[in-house]
C-alpha cells in the first residue's frame, strides 16, 4: 500500500473516533492533533448519551479486527477499566455483529465444491457466535456427530493487510525520529505481532495447532481439546468437535453449579506454566469467549479450550532465561533478577547489577506473595516502565505473545478468585521444570536424542583433521580474518551460540555421566557433573556485543 493511501487510512481512523465522540484519543496522539478541525463538522455524530463504553465498542468494531482484538485483551483487564467499559468491551470476544448466515453459505459450498447438503447431515444457517476473524456456525456430520464450523469473514484479509500497513508506516515514523526507538524496537515489534495475525488467517493452521494442543494434554484432568475433523477442513474452514460448557466469564452459572472455583483457579496457572515450559507452546488468546468450563464433576472443574488460531513458542534460551527470573522472584533474589537482566543483554554492557538490582526490590517486594485483589498491577506496570526507560531495557519482540498471554492470564484469575496466590500456584511447576531441565536424567536424554549426530561427527573427525593438516602443512589454508566472509560467518556462529554450547556441553555431560555411572559411582557426582557442565556452558556463551 501507498503511503497515501496509509494516511488515508489513518484519516478514516480519526474520522470514526470523531465521529463516536473519542476525540480525546485523538488529543493523545500528538501527530494527529493539527487534523482534528477537519472532522469536527462530520456530518454523522452519535449522541454523547449514549454510554461511553458502547460508543468505544462501536468504534472499535467498525474500525475493524486488529481494533477489535485490541478491545478483546483489553475487556479481560477489570482492575484498569470502569466495569460499564469492561462489560462493552467483554461483547467483542464473541458478539461483534455476524455477516449473514447466507453468505457463509456460498462461502462453504465454494470451498467444498458442492452443496452443503451433501457435506452436513445439518448445517444451522444462523450465525452460533462471531468475532473479529471469524463466525461459526453449528451443524451435524453425517455419522450424527455435533460440530462447530467456523469459517473466515469475508474480505478479512484485505482489511487486516491495510491495517498493518498503516502499523509499518507508523513503526518506520517511530523508528525514524522517535528517542525510545532503539530500545522499544517498534518496527521488530510490528513484525512480531504482522506473523501473529497472518498466521490466523489460515485455519488449516489453527486446526493442526489444535491438534498439538489435544495431544499435549491427552489424559489430562486440567484441560480438554475438542478434536478436529481434518477432512472437513480448508485454509477458510475448520470443522471441529461441539463442547459443551460454561463461559469462563459467567460466574454466577459456575457458583449456582458449586463449581470449586479456587481449584480452578490454580488449575488455570499451572495450566498456563505447563504449556509455555514443559510444552513449550502455549494457547496465546485466552480471553474468555474462548475458555469454558466442563462441571460434570464440580469439585474437580475441567477447562475447555477453543480457538487456537495464534500460539506462542520460545526460544530453550528465553524459557531458561524466563523460569529462572520466576524462580529468583519467588526467592526474593533480585540480586540474580539484575544480573540474569545483564547476562542476558537486555540492558546495556556496563550497566551496574547492584542500581538495577535495589531498583527492581523496589518494585516487587510491596507485592510479594499478596494475593490478586490486593495488588495493583496498573501501578507495578508503570513503575516497571520508568524503570526500563531508566536502564534502557531493550524490548524482546519475541516476547510479545507471553506478555500478551500474561496480560490476559492475569485478569481471568482476578475476575475469577481475587485470593489466588499466583505465586504459591506456579512454583512447584517450575521448580520441577528446571530440575527436569538440568538433573542427570534429562541430560542422559539430550545425550540419547543427539547420539546419532555425534556418532556421525565422531566417525568424519578423523578424516576432516587429516585433510586439514595435509592442508596446513602445504601451506594451502590462508585465513583473512577481515574478509566479508568471515564476518558473515561471525554472525552466523553469533545467531547459533546458544544452541551449540548447550549442545556440546550436554553431550560431554552426557557421556561423562554415562561412564560414570557405568562404573557404579555415586548417583549425585553424575549429577553434579551434570550441573557444573550446564553452568559452565552458560557462563561460556559468547556475547552478542563481539563483532
Known amino acids: 500500500m501507498s503511503r497515501r493511501k496509509s494516511l488515508a487510512r489513518v484519516l478514516r481512523i480519526q474520522r470514526v473516533l470523531v465521529r463516536y465522540g473519542l476525540a480525546d484519543v485523538i488529543d493523545a496522539v500528538h501527530f494527529l492533533r493539527p487534523l482534528r478541525f477537519l472532522f469536527s463538522f462530520a456530518p454523522r455524530k452519535v449522541d454523547r448519551s449514549t454510554p461511553l463504553g458502547v460508543r468505544i465498542r462501536m468504534a472499535l468494531e467498525e474500525l475493524g479486527p486488529i481494533f477489535v482484538k485490541f478491545g478483546q485483551a483489553l475487556s479481560t483487564r477489570r482492575d484498569l477499566l470502569p466495569r460499564d467499559i469492561a462489560d462493552e468491551l467483554a461483547k467483542l470476544q464473541d458478539l461483534v455483529p455476524p455477516f449473514p448466515g447466507e453468505t457463509a453459505v456460498g462461502i462453504l459450498e465454494g470451498a467444498y465444491g458442492k452443496p452443503l447438503t451433501e457435506v452436513f447431515r445439518r448445517f444451522d444457517v444462523e450465525p452460533h457466535a462471531a468475532a473479529s476473524i471469524a463466525q ?20 478479512v484479509e484485505a482489511q487486516i493487510e491495510e491495517d498493518l500497513d498503516v502499523l509499518r508506516w507508523l513503526a518506520e515514523l517511530a523508528d525514524r525520529y522517535w528517542s525510545l526507538a532503539s ?109 469454558f468450563v466442563l462441571i460434570d464433576d464440580p469439585e474437580y472443574p475441567r477447562y475447555a479450550a477453543v480457538d487456537f488460531g495464534i500460539v506462542g513458542t520460545l526460544s530453550a534460551t528465553d524459557r531458561r532465561y524466563l523460569a529462572e527470573n520466576f524462580l529468583a522472584f519467588f526467592d526474593r533474589d533480585y540480586h540474580r533478577i539484575a544480573k540474569l537482566h545483564v547476562d542476558s543483554g537486555w540492558v546495556p554492557e556496563g550497566t551496574r547489577v547492584e542500581e538495577l538490582e535495589s531498583a527492581v526490590r523496589t518494585v516487587c517486594e510491596p507485592i ?154 555415586n548417583v549425585w557426582v553424575t549429577a553434579a557433573l551434570s550441573g557444573l557442565a550446564a553452568i559452565t556452558g552458560w557462563r561460556a556463551r559468547p556475547r552478542a556485543s563481539d563483532d
Open 368 to 521: 510479594f506473595q499478596k494475593p490478586l485483589s490486593e495488588i495493583s498491577f496498573a501501578q507495578v506496570l508503570m513503575r516497571l516502565f520508568r524503570v526500563a526507560q531508566r536502564f534502557d531495557v531493550e524490548i524482546q519482540p519475541q516476547m510479545i505473545l507471553l506478555h500478551k498471554t500474561l496480560f490476559n492470564i492475569e485478569g481471568l484469575g482476578r475476575e475469577l478468585y481475587p485470593e489466588l496466590d499466583l505465586w504459591k500456584t506456579a512454583q512447584p511447576v517450575l521448580r520441577r521444570w528446571m530440575r527436569d531441565q538440568i538433573g542427570g536424567r534429562a541430560m542422559l536424554d539430550d545425550l540419547r536424542t543427539n547420539l546419532p549426530q555425534l556418532r556421525e561427527a565422531l566417525r568424519d573427525l578423523p578424516g576432516v583433521i587429516h585433510h586439514v593438516s595435509q592442508q596446513a602443512a602445504s601451506g594451502q589454508i590462508q585465513v583473512r580474518m577481515d574478509s566479508p566472509e568471515m564476518k558473515k560467518l561471525k554472525r552466523e556462529l553469533e545467531d547459533q551460540r546458544t544452541q551449540r554450547f548447550w549442545l556440546i556441553f550436554a553431550a560431554t555431560t552426557g557421556i561423562s555421566a554415562a561412564v560414570t555411572y557405568g562404573f557404579g559411582s
Open 136 to 155: 461459526v456456525h453449528t451443524a451435524a456430520l453425517p455419522d450424527g456427530k455435533e460440530v462447530i464450523v467456523k469459517l473466515l469473514r469475508p474480505g
Open 183 to 291: 530500545r522499544l524496537r517498534p518496527l521488530e515489534v510490528v513484525a512480531e505481532y504482522e506473523k501473529t495475525i497472518i498466521d490466523e488467517l489460515d485455519l488449516m493452521r489453527e486446526a493442526a495447532n489444535t491438534a498439538q494442543l489435544k495431544r499435549n494434554f491427552a489424559g489430562s484432568d486440567l484441560l480438554y481439546v475438542p478434536e478436529v475433523y481434518f477432512d472437513y477442513c480448508r485454509p477458510e474452514v475448520m470443522v471441529q468437535e461441539r463442547i459443551y460448557g460454561v463461559q469462563i466469564s459467567n460466574m454466577e452459572a459456575l457458583k449456582k453449579a458449586g463449581t470449586n472455583i479456587q481449584r480452578l483457579a490454580e488449575n488455570g496457572v499451572e495450566i498456563f506454566f505447563t504449556q509455555v515450559f514443559r510444552h513449550n507452546f502455549f494457547h496465546a488468546d485466552m480471553h474468555p469467549g474462548n475458555i
